[in-house]
C-alpha cells in the first residue's frame, strides 16, 4: 500500500524525510497532523521502522487517541507505539526509574486538590496569615518556578531578603520535602522530573535516544520550556526529530506555552528541513479568507497565507440576536434547517469561550429535541459544583434528603471522612431517624473531633436557619446565602486557579438560571424551583450513537474540524475575553483563538452574539466583538455589522464623553469578578442591629416596621401582616 500516493508533494517530501530535524510549519487545515500520521506508517511499513522507535507525543487525551486511530487505520493495530501525552510519556518513564531520583516505584501522583491539602497544612505549620496568603498564591508561583526550574534554593538566591519572596521560599521548600518524604509528585513535577532524569543519569538519557530514535510532535507551538527540554534531550543523539505545528495557532501562553520555541527551532536543530504546507483541505475559500483578515491583524506573527482549490462556498452568516436565550434558539433554528438525510447531528459543532455558556445551548437544543453531546466536558446540570449546590438547596427544601446530605457534609471539607458518615448512617438506621436529625443531637456531634464538630455545629445551622426562612426568601436569597455562609465559594476561591475558576463560572451563571425562573414569576418558592430545575436536569439528549451536535471550548476544539461551526458570543468582553485587556499580548492571543475557531469549519461558519446578556446573573449591553469589526466585510452576510450599531456603542456615542475616550482604551467589564463581589456583599450585608420601631424593607415583603426582637429572631409588620424572621439571614434594610 502506497501511503504517501494521497499527499501532496510537500507532504510527501515532509513524511518522506524520515532522517534529520524536520519542521513543518503551516497553517490550519494544511494537513500537518495528517502528514504525521501518514509519515509514521510509511516509516513502519515500508522502511521498516520498529514502531518500538517512534516517539509521538501531543497534548490532549483526545488528540492521542485520534492520533493513535489514524496510525493504526492505516497500518493495523496492536502496535504498542507510544503515542502519548507529554504527561503520560514523563509518567511512564519516572514509573520505570524514578528511583534514581530517590522516588519508590509506587510513588503517587498529586492532582490540584491534594496539593492544596499539603499547602495548607503547610501554612498552618509556618504560622502563616492564611488570610493574606491563600493556597493559590503559593501554588501557582511554586508552578511557575518548576516550569523555570528554579529550585528552592536558587529561590533564595535571586530573591534574596524581600519579605514577601521570603514566605513563597519557605514554602516552597517545605512543600517539596514533604512531597518527597510523602513519595509524591504534582502534575509539574512530571516534566520537571523526566528532565531532571536525563541530566542526572546519562545511561538512562541514552536508552530512551537509542529507544525513540524519531521522535514527533504535534502542536508544537504550544510546548513550554520544559517540554521542550524533554524532547531535545531526547532527539540529541539521533536528531531524528519532527515538529509540526502553526505559530498562529497558539493558544496556551496564559499556561506557560512559548511561541519561542517553534519560531527558533532552526535555530537549535542545525539542517533542519523547513516545510511550509500552503494549501488547506478542510475549508471553503470563503472560511479561509476570513480566518486570514483576522489573524493578519496580530503584529508578531510570520506572514503567511494558505490557499484552497475548494470552491468559495457560502458566506459567513452573522446574528445578532436580541439576547442570549435568542442566540442560542437561532442555533438550534439553523441546525434543524440545515439537517437533512445526508447530514448528521454530529456535523455540527457549537464553540464557545467559556464553558458556562454551554447551558443557554443545552437548553435550546433540548427543547427542539436535537441530540448534543458536551465534548471534553459535563453538561452543565452534570457538573459536580452545580449538583453540589443543588443538593444544598435540596437539603433546604427537605432536611430528611439524605442523599443530598451525605453529598455536601464533607464538601467543602468539614473533617467528615467516608467512615464517619458510615458510622452515623448505622445510627440514624437504628434510632429510625434521618442523619440529618442525627447531627442534630448534640451528644453525637460532641463525640467526633473537635474540627468536625464545629463545622458540622454550623452546617446544621446554616441549613436549618435556612429551611426555617425559605417561605419568606426569594430563592435567589437563599441560593446566595448558601454560597457564601456554607463556606462552599470560599473553598473554591482558596484553590489554585484553572479549574476552581471555571467551577466559579458556573456557579454564577447558576444566578441566570434562578433570575430566569425569578423574572417569570417572582414569588416562586424554593419547592417549585427545585422541580423545574430538576425536570430541566433531567431532560436526556445525550446520544451515546455519537450522533449528536458537538458542544465544546474553542480550546478544546484544537486539531479537530467539522462541517458546520457555530462560535457564539461575539462581544467584547466575552470573546475577546475581559482578560485580553489585561496583558498586552493577551488580544493577540486571543485573536489566535478566534483564528483556531474559524479554521475548525469545512462548509459553513455562523457567528453569533447578544444584544444584550445576562451573564452570572447580571444583565447589560454588549459590544460587537472587534473581531467582528477586522472580519473581512464582504464575506459576511446577516446583520451587516457595520450599519445596525450596537445600543452600548450608540450610548456611548451620545455621551460627551465620545471623543475624550480612546477607543482603545476601552475596557469591558468584569462580570465575574462583579457577580462574585455582589453575592459576597448581598449576604454578609444583610444587617441585624435593628432597634423597636425602625422602618425597614424585605425583597419579598416590601416597607415594614420593626415590632419585636428576641435572641435571633426579629418580627417586623409588613403590609401582608406580621413575620418572624431570622436576625443576619433575612435580607433586611434599614430605610
Ligand atoms: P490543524 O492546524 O487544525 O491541526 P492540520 O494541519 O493538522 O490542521 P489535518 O487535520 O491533518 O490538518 O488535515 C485537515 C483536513 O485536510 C483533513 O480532513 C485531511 O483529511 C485533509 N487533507 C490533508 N491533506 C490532504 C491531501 N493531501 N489531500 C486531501 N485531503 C487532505
Ligand atoms: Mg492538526
Known amino acids: 500500500m502506497d501511503y504517501l500516493e494521497k499527499l501532496n508533494n510537500k507532504q510527501r517530501e515532509a513524511a518522506m524525510h524520515t532522517e534529520g530535524p524536520l519542521l513543518i510549519l503551516a497553517g490550519a487545515g494544511s494537513g500537518k497532523t495528517s ?124 530573591f534574596g531578603d524581600d519579605i514577601k519572596e521570603k514566605v513563597i521560599q519557605q514554602v516552597y521548600e517545605l512543600y517539596e520535602k514533604k512531597l518527597k518524604s510523602n513519595n509524591a509528585m504534582d502534575f509539574d513535577d512530571l516534566l520537571l522530573n523526566a528532565v531532571r532524569l536525563f541530566e542526572r543519569d546519562e545511561a538512562v538519557l541514552l536508552k530512551y535516544q537509542n529507544r525513540f530514535r524519531y521522535i514527533m510532535v504535534d502542536e508544537y507551538q504550544d510546548t513550554n520550556q520544559l517540554q521542550y527540554q524533554f524532547v531535545k534531550m531526547l532527539a540529541q543523539e539521533h536528531n531524528n526529530i519532527c515538529v509540526v505545528g502553526d505559530d498562529d495557532q497558539c493558544i496556551y501562553q496564559w499556561r506557560g ?54 470552491e468559495e462556498g457560502k458566506k459567513i452568516i452573522y446574528n445578532r440576536a436580541d439576547d442570549e436565550k435568542e442566540e442560542a434558539y437561532f442555533i438550534a433554528g439553523e441546525i434543524n434547517r440545515m439537517r437533512s438525510s445526508d447530514r448528521q447531528y454530529s456535523d455540527f459543532a457549537v464553540l464557545y469561550r467559556m464553558n458556562s455558556q454551554s447551558r443557554n445551548f443545552e437548553e435550546a437544543l433540548s427543547r427542539r429535541g436535537i441530540p448534543y453531546r458536551v465534548l471534553g466536558g459535563l453538561r452543565y446540570y452534570d457538573r459536580k459544583e452545580i449538583k453540589d449546590i443543588m443538593c444544598y438547596m435540596r437539603l433546604v427544601q427537605n432536611k430528611a434528603d439524605d442523599l443530598a446530605l451525605i453529598r455536601v457534609i464533607n464538601e467543602p471539607k468539614r473533617g467528615i471522612g467516608g467512615k464517619t458518615v458510615e458510622k452515623l448512617q448505622a445510627l440514624a438506621n437504628v434510632r429510625g431517624e434521618n442523619l440529618f436529625d442525627t447531627l442534630m443531637d448534640r451528644e453525637v456531634v460532641d463525640s467526633l473531633s473537635v474540627k468536625a464538630c464545629s463545622n458540622i455545629k454550623e452546617f446544621t445551622e446554616v441549613i436549618t436557619s435556612y429551611s426555617n426562612e425559605k417561605e419568606n426568601l426569594k430563592v435567589s436569597d437563599i441560593y446566595d446565602g448558601l454560597l457564601v455562609k456554607s463556606g462552599y465559594l470560599k473553598a473554591l476561591e482558596d484553590q489554585n486557579a484553572l479549574e476552581a475558576e471555571s467551577r466559579i463560572e458556573n456557579l454564577m451563571e ?51 474540524e467539522f462541517p458546520f461551526v457555530f462560535i457564539p458570543g461575539m462581544e467584547d468582553g466575552l470573546f475577546p475575553g475581559w482578560r485580553a485587556f489585561d496583558r498586552e499580548d493577551g488580544l493577540e492571543e486571543e485573536r489566535r483563538l478566534c483564528y483556531v475557531g474559524i479554521t475548525r469549519a469545512k462548509e459553513r461558519l455562523w457567528l453569533t452574539g447578544a444584544e444584550v446578556r445576562t451573564m452570572y446573573g447580571k444583565t447589560d449591553y454588549t459590544r460587537e466583538s472587534q473581531f467582528l469589526h477586522e472580519l473581512d466585510k464582504r464575506l459576511i452576510e446577516g446583520d451587516g455589522i457595520y450599519e445596525k450599531k450596537s445600543k452600548a456603542d450608540r ?50 415583603f416590601g416597607a415594614g416596621k420593626v415590632t419585636e426582637m428576641t435572641g435571633k429572631t426579629i418580627t417586623v409588620s409588613f403590609d401582608e401582616g406580621e413575620k418572624k424572621l431570622a436576625l443576619g439571614i433575612a435580607p433586611l434594610k434599614k430605610v
Open 35 to 158: 502528514t504525521m500520521t501518514h509519515r509514521m506508517a510509511y516509516m513502519i511499513d515500508e522502511k521498516g521502522i520498529s514502531p518500538y522507535n517512534i516517539l509521538a507525543v501531543t497534548f490532549t487525551n483526545k488528540a492521542a487517541k485520534e492520533m493513535r486511530d489514524r496510525v493504526e487505520a492505516l497500518v493495523g493495530q496492536g502496535m504498542n507505539m507510544w503515542i502519548l501525552t507529554f504527561h503520560s510519556a514523563c509518567l511512564r518513564i519516572l514509573r520505570s526509574h524514578g528511583e534514581i531520583l530517590g522516588y519508590g516505584r509506587d510513588f503517587a501522583v498529586y492532582d490540584p486538590t491534594d496539593q492544596k491539602t499539603l499547602i495548607k497544612n503547610i501554612i498552618r505549620e509556618l504560622n502563616i496569615d492564611g488570610k493574606r496568603y491563600t493556597p493559590a498564591y503559593f501554588l501557582g508561583n511554586i508552578s511557575k518556578c518548576k516550569e523555570k526550574k528554579i529550585s528552592p534554593n536558587d529561590y533564595a538566591k535571586i
Open 510 to 560: 447558576f444566578k441566570s438560571v434562578i433570575y430566569d425562573y425569578e423574572k417569570e414569576d417572582s414569588n416562586i418558592s424554593l419547592g417549585e424551583f427545585m422541580e423545574r430545575i430538576a425536570l430541566m436536569a433531567d431532560i436526556d439528549n445525550h446520544d451515546a450513537d455519537e450522533n449528536a451536535v458537538v458542544l465544546m471550548t474553542l480550546h478544546s476544539a484544537k486539531g479537530l
Open 257 to 310: 506555552a512559548d511561541i519561542r520555541n517553534i519560531l527558533e527551532f532552526e535555530r537549535d536543530f542545525k539542517d533542519t528541513m523547513v516545510v511550509k504546507l500552503e494549501q488547506n483541505y478542510r475549508s471553503t475559500s470563503t472560511i479561509l479568507d476570513a480566518a486570514h483578515s483576522v489573524i493578519c491583524h496580530n503584529r508578531g506573527r510570520k506572514e503567511k497565507k494558505l490557499w484552497t482549490e475548494a
Open 651 to 700: 450610548l456611548a456615542e451620545g455621551s460627551f464623553l465620545d471623543g475624550m475616550i480612546e477607543k482603545t482604551a476601552y475596557k469591558p467589564f468584569d462580570q465575574l469578578k462583579y457577580a462574585r463581589m455582589e453575592t459576597k456583599k448581598k449576604v454578609q450585608s444583610y444587617g441585624t442591629d435593628f432597634a423597636l420601631g425602625e422602618a425597614v424593607s424585605h425583597p419579598k
